[in-house]
C-alpha cells in the first residue's frame, strides 16, 4: 500500500497525539476503555505507517520470488558454463584431431625415411616422370623436410610405432618438400614400379602433394630417430582413441596417463590408464606434440566448447558449473557485492527519510 507524504505526516501526528491522550486518561482519570479505543487508533496507524497492512498480493509476490530463486540455485547448480579456459597434457599412444586452418612446420624435420600414397603430384628435378606415383617411399642418411604443411579441415590421427610416425590425414591434403641426398627411391605406380639412387652431395629438391581423401585417407610415415616437436596447430574435435580393429566402429583409449586443469576454477582430474577424454576447442592457444619414451607427448591450452573424460560409457562433464564458475570470479564477487552494499545503503537512506 502507498501513501503520499501528506497522509503519512498526519497518520504520524494522530498517532502520537493518541498515545499521549491515552496516557493521560489512564492515569488522571483511570478510564480505561477511552485509552483502549486510543491505544486500538495508534496501532493501526503505525501499521498503515511501516507497510504491515496485511495483503494478499505481497504474499503472492513472496511466493513467485521464492520460487525464482530456488529456480536460479537449480540452475546454478546443475548446468554447465557453455565455454570454459582448460590446459591439460596427455601421454598417449594416438592422438586425433582436425585443423581449425591450414598448418605449416615452423622448423625442418630430420628423417631417415617416407613414405605416402595417395600422391597427386611428385616432382622430382632430374626425373622425367610420365604419370605421377601412387606412393613414394624414401630412404637414407641425410633426408630433412624443410617444408611441410597440412590444409584446414584436415583430419589427423598420429600414432607412434617404433622409431616410425605414422599419419592418417582424411578430408585434407598433405604438402611438402624433401631435401635428399645419399638415399634410395622408391616410385610405385599403376603398372610400374621404379627404383632410384640419389647421391651424395648437394641435396636434391623432391615437392610432394597428396590427394584429399575422404574414403581411403593419405598414409605418412616418418622415421624419426631423434627429438622432435610439432605445434602451432589450431585445432579442435581432439580425442585419443583408435579403432580397435579397422572399420569395426569400436573405439578403445589409448590414454596412459594425463591431467587435465580447469583454468577458471583452478581444479584439477587426473586422467587414468583407459579413460577417454573428448573435446571441442573453439580456440586453441597451444597445441604441441612431442614424442615421450614409446608415447606421443600432447599439450593443449584454450577455450573449449565441452570436455568430457572417464570410463567409457560413464564420461562426465568435467566443464564447471555456474555456481562453481561464479564461486571463483573475484571481480564478479567484488563487483556483486557492492552492488548489494549500495542499494542496502539507498534502501536504508529512503526508509529513513520516510
Given at each position: 500500500?502507498?501513501?503520499?507524504?501528506?497522509?503519512?505526516?498526519?497518520?504520524?501526528?494522530?498517532?502520537?497525539?493518541?498515545?499521549?491522550?491515552?496516557?493521560?486518561?489512564?492515569?488522571?482519570?483511570?478510564?480505561?476503555?477511552?485509552?483502549?479505543?486510543?491505544?486500538?487508533?495508534?496501532?493501526?496507524?503505525?501499521?498503515?505507517?511501516?507497510?504491515?497492512?496485511?495483503?494478499?498480493?505481497?504474499?503472492?509476490?513472496?511466493?513467485?520470488?521464492?520460487?525464482?530463486?530456488?529456480?536460479?540455485?537449480?540452475?546454478?547448480?546443475?548446468?554447465?558454463?557453455?565455454?570454459?579456459?582448460?590446459?591439460?597434457?596427455?601421454?598417449?599412444?594416438?592422438?586425433?584431431?582436425?585443423?581449425?586452418?591450414?598448418?605449416?612446420?615452423?622448423?625442418?624435420?630430420?628423417?631417415?625415411?617416407?613414405?605416402?600414397?595417395?600422391?597427386?603430384?611428385?616432382?622430382?628435378?632430374?626425373?622425367?616422370?610420365?604419370?605421377?606415383?601412387?606412393?613414394?617411399?624414401?630412404?637414407?642418411?641425410?633426408?630433412?623436410?624443410p617444408v611441410f604443411g597440412l590444409s584446414a579441415g584436415a583430419q589427423i590421427?598420429?600414432?607412434?610405432?617404433?622409431?616410425?610416425?605414422?599419419?592418417?590425414?582424411?578430408?585434407?591434403?598433405?604438402?611438402?618438400?624433401?631435401?635428399?641426398?645419399?638415399?634410395?627411391?622408391?616410385?610405385?605406380g599403376e603398372s610400374e614400379t621404379r627404383e632410384i639412387n640419389i647421391l651424395?652431395?648437394?641435396?636434391?629438391?623432391?615437392?610432394?602433394?597428396?590427394?584429399?581423401?575422404?574414403?581411403?585417407?593419405?598414409?605418412?610415415?616418418?622415421?624419426?630417430?631423434?627429438?622432435?616437436?610439432?605445434?602451432?596447430?589450431?585445432?579442435?574435435?581432439?580425442?585419443?582413441?583408435?579403432?580397435?580393429?579397422?572399420?569395426?566402429?569400436?573405439?578403445?583409449?589409448?590414454?596412459?596417463?594425463?591431467?587435465?586443469?580447469?583454468?577458471?576454477?583452478?581444479?584439477?582430474?587426473?586422467?587414468?590408464?583407459?579413460?577417454?577424454?573428448?573435446?571441442?576447442?573453439?580456440?586453441?592457444?597451444?597445441?604441441?606434440?612431442?614424442?615421450?619414451?614409446?608415447?606421443?607427448?600432447?599439450?593443449?591450452?584454450?577455450?573449449?566448447?565441452?570436455?568430457?573424460?572417464?570410463?567409457?560409457?560413464?564420461?562426465?562433464?568435467?566443464?564447471?558449473?555456474?555456481?562453481?564458475?561464479?564461486?571463483?570470479?573475484?571481480?564478479?564477487?567484488?563487483?556483486?557485492?557492492?552492488?548489494?552494499?549500495?542499494?542496502?545503503?539507498?534502501?536504508?537512506?529512503?526508509?529513513?527519510?520516510?
Amino acid at each position: 500500500m502507498s501513501l503520499d507524504h501528506d497522509i503519512r505526516q498526519q497518520l504520524k501526528k494522530n498517532a502520537e497525539k493518541c498515545t499521549h491522550e491515552a496516557a493521560r486518561l489512564l492515569l488522571e482519570e483511570g478510564n480505561l476503555a477511552a485509552a483502549k479505543d486510543k491505544l486500538a487508533y495508534a496501532k493501526i496507524a503505525k501499521h498503515l505507517l511501516a507497510g504491515e497492512e496485511a495483503s494478499p498480493s505481497r504474499h503472492y509476490l513472496a511466493i513467485v520470488i521464492s520460487f525464482l530463486c530456488l529456480l536460479l540455485a537449480g540452475f546454478a547448480l546443475t548446468v554447465h558454463v557453455p565455454s570454459t579456459e582448460v590446459g591439460l597434457e596427455i601421454e598417449a599412444g594416438t592422438v586425433s584431431f582436425q585443423l581449425e586452418r591450414g598448418w605449416e612446420n615452423n622448423a625442418p624435420l630430420s628423417i631417415q625415411s617416407i613414405y605416402i600414397n595417395n600422391l597427386e603430384d611428385f616432382i622430382v628435378p632430374f626425373l622425367d616422370l610420365d604419370n605421377t606415383p601412387e606412393v613414394i617411399e624414401i630412404t637414407g642418411k641425410n633426408l630433412v623436410l624443410p617444408v611441410f604443411g597440412l590444409s584446414a579441415g584436415a583430419q589427423i590421427e598420429m600414432e607412434l610405432q617404433g622409431e616410425k610416425l605414422s599419419m592418417y590425414i582424411d578430408n585434407g591434403v598433405f604438402r611438402g618438400e624433401i631435401y635428399a641426398a645419399d638415399a634410395h627411391l622408391l616410385l610405385e605406380g599403376e603398372s610400374e614400379t621404379r627404383e632410384i639412387n640419389i647421391l651424395d652431395g648437394i641435396p636434391e629438391t623432391l615437392q610432394f602433394v597428396s590427394q584429399k581423401q575422404t574414403l581411403d585417407p593419405v598414409k605418412v610415415e616418418l622415421g624419426v630417430s631423434e627429438m622432435w616437436n610439432i605445434s602451432a596447430m589450431q585445432v579442435y574435435k581432439l580425442d585419443f582413441a583408435k579403432e580397435s580393429f579397422p572399420s569395426s566402429g569400436n573405439f578403445v583409449s589409448t590414454i596412459k596417463k594425463g591431467k587435465v586443469k580447469l583454468l577458471e576454477t583452478g581444479q584439477s582430474v587426473e586422467i587414468n590408464k583407459g579413460e577417454f577424454l573428448h573435446f571441442m576447442a573453439n580456440n586453441s592457444k597451444r597445441f604441441e606434440i612431442t614424442r615421450k619414451g614409446d608415447k606421443l607427448n600432447v599439450i593443449f591450452s584454450g577455450t573449449v566448447n565441452s570436455i568430457k573424460a572417464g570410463p567409457e560409457g560413464f564420461e562426465r562433464n568435467l566443464a564447471p558449473t555456474w555456481l562453481e564458475y561464479l564461486h571463483h570470479q573475484k571481480q564478479l564477487t567484488l563487483f556483486w557485492s557492492s552492488v548489494v552494499f549500495l542499494w542496502g545503503l539507498f534502501w536504508s537512506v529512503r526508509n529513513f527519510r520516510s
